[in-house]
């Protein structure tokens, strides 16, 4: 991520249809006891079909930047030019998910907070399903980090001329997205969301974000679907 300044990396209008996706998407997964997609076509497809809108949006939010000269790679910032920089982002990916574990943890249990029917269906149970979570854990980590930190943070910053409440706004839609999980689950994702906001500005990266959010969403439903039947 460059150096945060006040512009916006792309116009009003396409920041408007990018968070009305994301809100229509979101209140079709409350009615749905799944992924958005899944409840209509199967775990399976529902995760292709979720994958091709994460990048389908990414590529929308590809188009809009590009009309204020940036790329995607302007976006996500960072460099790994050795290996040891990848190790290194790797390991903050793994501190930073036992952090925010802990503080998550302490949040759930303050909310009460047990996984609900659309949690459960929505975890992978077959081979197949495991290999196509993993895609979509990946998909999430880069196309969601891409959303979030990299495009809906810079531009909140921008619209309030604050980079705080750029990072406490994207970490509300974050939150907001994730409709299908029920309030207390959006609340705690809210928070989430935040701290890779956090994470993000310290960095000027989302390398460490997209990792950590990879491995807790794969680490997730893989050891999860074991367990939350």
Known sequence: MPDQNYDGVAPAWHTVIVLAALLALSLAGTHSRNLPFAVAYGRAPGYVLVMIVEWTT???????????????????????????????DFGLAVAFLIVSSLILNVIGHLLKA?????????????????????????????CEETIFRGYLQRQFAALTGSIGAG????????????????????SIITVFGILFGLLAQWRRSLRPGMMAHALQDGLGGLVGRHFLR
């Open 114 to 142: 047990v996984p609900n029917e659309a949690i459960r269906n929505a975890l992978p149970q077959t081979t197949l399903e495991a290999i196509l979570w993993v895609f979509l854990s990946l998909t999430a980590g880069f």
């Open 58 to 88: 990414v590529a929308f939010i590809w188009y809009g930047v590009s009309r204020r000269g940036l790329r995607i790679r302007d976006l996500v910032g960072g460099a790994w030019p050795r290996l040891l920089a990848v190790l290194r």
């Open 167 to 186: 990072i406490v706004l994207q970490g509300i839609a974050f939150g907001a997205s994730h409709g299908y999980q029920g309030w207390k689950y959006m």
